[in-house]
C-alpha cells in the first residue's frame, strides 16, 4: 500500500500527501474531501479503502490517523455551490482546499481518481487510488468518518429525513421522505430524484 508513496520518495520528494473525496452521490450533504501526510514508511496494515471498512472500524482507524500522520487536512463543499458548478467540479474544489488546509504544503500529491487539483503541486491521479495508496486510503477514512459526523448532527436539525441512518443516500426511506416533506436546505437540488420502485 505504500508503493507510489515510495516511488514519490525515491524521485526526492518528502511530504507526500494522498487526497480524496467522500460523498459525490447522496442526494444531500456536502462532498467532502481530506489530504493526508504520513512520516516516510509509514505502515498500518488496516488502512484500506473506506468503503471496505465497517462504520467502527472506519472510526477507530479516524482516531488513529490524526494522532500518526504529520498533517491532516479537511474541506467541504456545500450543496448550493455542487448545484452550481456540479458535483465533479465541487469534488476537485474540495481536494483542493483539503490540501491548503494541511498544517503545511505537501511537495507530492497522490489523488484519487482520473483528474487532478488545481495546486500548485507535482500530483499523480491514481485510479482507485484508495485501494492502492496507504495516504489516500488514509484520506477516504478521514473524509468519510468527517461528513459521517456532520450528517449526524443535521439529522438534529432535520430528523425526518433521518440522516443518521442513510447519510444523504438515496434510500428507500430517504425518497420516501423527500416525497412526503419535500427538500430542505441542505439538499443538492440539481441531483435527479427517483420515486417509485
Not at 511530504?15 to 447522496?26: H, K, L, M, N, T
Not at 516516510?40 to 496494515?45: A, T, V
Not at 450543496?79 to 491548503?100: E, F, Q
Amino acid at each position: 500500500m505504500d508503493f507510489y508513496e515510495s516511488q514519490a520518495r525515491m524521485q526526492g520528494f518528502t511530504f507526500v500527501a494522498g487526497v480524496d473525496e467522500a460523498g459525490r452521490g447522496p442526494l444531500a450533504g456536502p462532498v467532502a474531501a481530506a489530504a493526508v501526510i504520513f512520516p516516510e514508511n509509514y505502515r498500518n496494515r488496516e488502512i484500506r479503502d473506506s468503503k471496505k471498512l465497517s462504520a467502527s472500524k472506519r472510526e477507530e482507524l479516524f482516531d488513529i490517523i490524526i494522532v500518526d500522520a504529520l498533517s491532516v487536512g479537511l474541506a467541504f463543499v456545500e450543496p448550493s455551490v455542487i448545484d452550481r458548478i456540479n458535483i465533479l467540479k465541487a469534488s476537485l474544489l474540495a481536494m483542493k482546499k483539503a490540501v491548503l488546509n494541511l498544517d503545511f504544503p505537501p511537495d507530492f500529491l497522490l489523488v484519487d481518481g482520473l483528474n487532478t487539483i488545481d495546486v500548485p503541486f507535482p500530483q499523480k491521479p491514481i485510479v482507485k487510488g484508495d485501494d492502492l495508496s496507504i495516504s489516500v486510503a488514509a484520506a477516504s477514512i478521514i473524509a468519510k468518518v468527517s461528513r459521517d459526523h456532520l450528517m449526524n448532527r443535521y439529522h438534529v436539525q432535520y430528523s425526518q429525513y433521518n440522516f443518521v441512518r442513510n447519510k444523504g443516500y438515496a434510500t428507500t426511506e430517504h425518497r420516501e421522505a423527500i416525497s412526503k416533506y419535500g427538500t430542505c436546505k441542505i439538499h443538492r437540488k440539481s441531483f435527479k430524484i427517483k420515486f417509485g420502485t
